[in-house]
């Protein structure tokens, strides 16, 4: 049976909503003590968030569990707490002590997209101590130990160390962010950065894969909105499971235990203004990343790519920016595993997701989408921001997720099991975002987005699917 959690629930609501409410006090009320020695701060993250979805998953739920009553238009609120405290201490001998913990309280009212709700959790989010030095200005090192945050490069494979949802509520927002033990240590010279990790996520206990992994990040920050850099790592344990397509596409996929366990990977980055003296307003930006297990015969690559202009002498100075990003699929002509494993990449529309709407169906593997994105700033306090992704299946009768879709289709009069699609098209995701500033800590943003099935979605439902429609409203508050 299902554990809810209904009064912590309305408590993480009720409790956003009252900060949201007095969100105007200044932020130095925040600080606790300063001294010659010791400075502690609070810290406080709220957010709420009210949720609309309307033939959800392009309502599959139809074709492949027609028994379960699933309801594809769900409205949902969600909402959570972050509080905080962290200090830093004056060691002496130029050292400098630090450290932080906060909690995140999440919770849910309503059914959520995944048919879960009224539910929640309070869990640790940080806690951990450094020391840092800086006794020359151009050498200083940073060591730190305990849950916290922590991304390599853009977040292609190494970002999103917490989960939410599910029995922790606050699907969307997803405000875990922290590895449940992150141990890391930076060298630093002038611009150049070396930081070496071990990690280990803070997954949803149903669903924990025990993954653990060390490696390194070097980096160069050429300008400070440019850096270029590549990471190195290895999956130290995990009972992840990868899918393996089935010879040539005809039958369910293979699934291989403890896929992850032993893969090695490395991404090389590069983003920023490649000619400053020439234009500032111009950017760009790639990425390549190359995975590998000889245990299980596995090779796989990903990449990016990305170009955008501020018109700044324009009335609201127009962003645009073009991407394309792709994610090897299993190819099921080949005894190889090609299979790309995204990680603990960070999802969100503005980072690594593939799609809004069918970034909630489709992870980093299998697929490749053309991006489009215009943000427009009328005022200085709001922007709007409209996304549009072209989304492709790189391999045809492979599994794109994890090999749901898994289906009977005929050929030639005689029945087969497949997965995967059988046309490349999945679908075109629009997505319209207004952000304001309401005050220098609270923000409100509102969104609006549609996911259009293309051939490729009609081909695993063998029916013109509806199209998948959703909104949202939320209040954030950031102390």
């Not at 049976?1 to 408590?11: A, D, G, L, N, Q």
């Not at 201490?89 to 913990?101: A, F, I, R, V």
């Given at each position: 049976?299902?554990?809810?959690?209904?009064?912590?629930?309305?408590?993480v609501l009720l409790a956003a909503i009252l900060l949201a409410s007095t969100a105007s006090r200044a932020e130095d009320r925040m600080l606790l003590l300063d001294n010659d020695?010791?400075?502690?701060r609070a810290h406080l993250q709220a957010g709420l968030n009210a949720v609309a979805e309307n033939n959800l998953f392009w309502n599959f739920a139809d074709t492949f569990a027609p028994s379960s009553d699933f309801d594809p238009n769900k409205q949902w609120l969600e909402g959570y707490l972050k509080?905080?405290?962290?200090?830093?201490?004056?060691?002496?001998?130029?050292?400098?002590?630090?450290?932080?913990?906060?909690?995140?309280?999440?919770?849910t009212l309503g059914i959520d997209a995944y048919d879960i709700g009224n539910t929640g959790r309070i869990t640790l989010e940080e806690g951990y101590l450094g020391f840092r030095s800086t006794a020359d200005k151009d050498l200083s090192f940073d060591v730190s130990l305990g849950p916290r945050?922590?991304?390599?490069?853009?977040?292609?494979?190494?970002?999103n160390g917490g989960n939410s949802g599910f029995e922790r509520g606050a699907l969307k927002f997803g405000p875990r962010k922290a590895w449940e033990m992150a141990a890391l240590g930076t060298l630093s010279y002038d611009d150049l950065n070396g930081t070496v990790f071990y990690l280990r996520p803070n997954e949803l206990p149903g669903s924990s894969s025990g993954t653990t992994l060390i490696g390194t990040d070097l980096r160069y920050d050429w300008t400070p909105d440019s850096f270029t850099g590549v990471t190195f790592g290895h999956v130290l344990k995990s009972t992840s499971p990868y899918p393996q397509a089935a010879p040539d596409g005809i039958g369910p996929p293979t699934i291989l235990p403890d896929g992850?366990?032993?893969?090695?990977?490395?991404?090389?980055?590069?983003?920023?203004?490649?000619?400053?003296?020439?234009?500032e307003n111009f950017f760009a930006g790639a990425e390549f990343a190359y995975e590998w297990n000889d245990r299980i015969d596995m090779s796989a690559w990903a990449g990016r790519a990305h170009v955008g202009y501020v018109f700044a002498d324009i009335a609201w100075s127009p962003t645009l920016a073009l991407s394309y990003q792709t994610f090897s699929g299993d190819d099921p002509s080949t005894a190889r595993l090609e299979r790309f494993d995204p990680?603990?990449?960070?999802?969100?529309?503005?980072?690594?997701?593939?799609?809004?709407?069918?970034?909630?169906?489709?992870?980093?593997?299998?697929?490749?989408?053309?991006?489009?994105?215009?943000?427009?700033?009328?005022?200085?306090?709001d922007t709007f921001t409209l996304r549009y992704a072209h989304i492709r299946a790189n391999e045809l009768l492979s599994p794109i997720q994890f090999g749901?879709?898994?289906?009977?289709?005929?050929?030639?009069g005689v029945p087969s099991p497949v997965a995967g699609v059988t046309n490349h098209h999945l679908s075109d995701d629009i997505f319209l975002e207004y952000n304001r500033v309401l005050n220098p800590n609270t923000y409100l943003t509102v969104g609006l987005s549609a996911s259009f099935p293309g051939p490729g979605i009609d081909s695993v439902v063998q029916a013109d699917a509806p199209t998948w429609t959703g909104g949202f409203a939320n209040v954030v508050v950031n102390f």
């Open positions: 049976m299902r554990r809810r959690h209904p009064s912590t629930t309305r408590v020695r010791l400075t502690v509080p905080g405290l962290s200090f830093t201490t004056d060691l002496g001998g130029n050292l400098t002590g630090y450290g932080k913990g906060s909690i995140v309280v999440s919770g945050e922590f991304k390599a490069g853009t977040g292609m494979l190494i970002a992850r366990d032993g893969l090695n990977f490395v991404n090389a980055y590069a983003i920023g203004t490649p000619f400053p003296e020439i234009s990680l603990f990449y960070e999802g969100s529309p503005s980072n690594w997701s593939t799609g809004s709407k069918s970034s909630m169906v489709f992870i980093n593997s299998n697929v490749s989408s053309y991006q489009v994105s215009l943000r427009v700033t009328p005022t200085e306090r749901q879709g898994t289906r009977v289709e005929t050929s030639g």
